[in-house]
């Protein structure tokens, strides 16, 4: 088990006992979200690479010795992470690039990245025989922790959702499937976040809400364990991440910032946030050289809804990600989101949503920018399966061709004779 040494503010950089904070920083408030830290020396001097790579354990939690979790400690049994790395050259031919891979996420249980941070808080509740687990969520988040609750057992951990009443029905469906108390809030996700936020701190629930809870990035930090291992413990030049809230790319920062600090991997790559141009404040405050504190809030406008974040709650983080590695963020309207979803798909075979998929003409822009070049290798993360908002992928395919069954019909249809 790696022992957590402090807790630390990612603005301010004061450190707490691991038990004395449970979310943010006192001092900060809200916007001061939390670093997880360890004794990197002690974890140097323990931990074998080679060894942790033969383990048989394909799933994120052989990396548990690099985790905050007891040796001894259940995980729960979905399995989560070890998810593919697919090289694309196709994907690196068509934008211009040296070679490109996909880190397919997708293909996580309920569908999304977010399966490993619900893995890891429902894991630390289970530890620490917490009850109720709950959450605020765009969806995807709302749905891995139900089904990674699910997996678990009502009897033992119960799941309480707050998700806009616009989530995509694909995502809602899920949640009442997997048995998930749900409560469709006629109101935004950043609506949605102060309501569950607040009743988490009445009724004494363990709150699994993006940014706030820092364990959250301690699960999504083995997409970067993942990547760094699957090319051989080298890393690439940059790393394609859609951007809402910031966890995501805070939880890459932070996987690829625990092995620099292990010496297992020579440097973070770049990491390019991109945005939702209707939800993009964290691209606003990096071109403008805003501090996370002075961010104003604004309304979020998107169909790309797991990006739809109008007060991103991991904002210090996020700019910390980019501003560090030298990397930059970009918008994407939303017309070219929608085109970008069949686009991605046929380079890589790999049916994206639409916040997912946004990171194909997000690299686009990067290039055109400077901010990506040629000469770059780089991973696009796939954060959530398509399968998830078919409605959205419907508005940019339509609904498909019908024909009336019989092969002179067939014939007219395929231009064939
Ligand atoms: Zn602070």
Partial sequence: MAAVTELRCSLCDRAYAPDSVEYTCPDCGMVGTLDVLYDYAALRAHVDRDLLSASADHSMWRFQTLMPLGEASEVPPLRVGGTPLMATPRLAANLGLRAAWVKDDGLNPTGSLKDRASSMVIARALERHIPVVSTASTGNAAAALAGVGASVGADRVKIVIFVPASAPEGKIAQLIVYGATVLLIEDSYDVAFDLCYTLCQEQGWYCRNTGINPYTVEGKKTVAFEIAEGMGWRVPDAVMVSVGDGNIIAGVYKGFYDLLQLGWIE????????????????????QQGLRAQ?????????????????????????????????????????PDILAAIPAFARLTGVFAEPSCAIIYEGAKRALAQGILRADDEVVFLATGNGLKDVKRAQMSVGTGQRVPPDLASIRRALGIS
């Fill in 294 to 334: 002075d961010m104003p809030a604004e309304e979020a406008d998107t169909l790309a809804d797991s990006i739809s974040a109008g007060v991103p709650r991991d904002r210090a983080k996020a700019l910390r990600a980019v501003r560090n590695t030298g990397g930059g963020f970009v918008t994407v309207p939303d």
């Fill in 267 to 286: 440097r973070i790559p770049r990491l390019i946030g991109v945005q939702a141009e209707g939800s993009s404040p964290l691209a606003r405050a990096w």
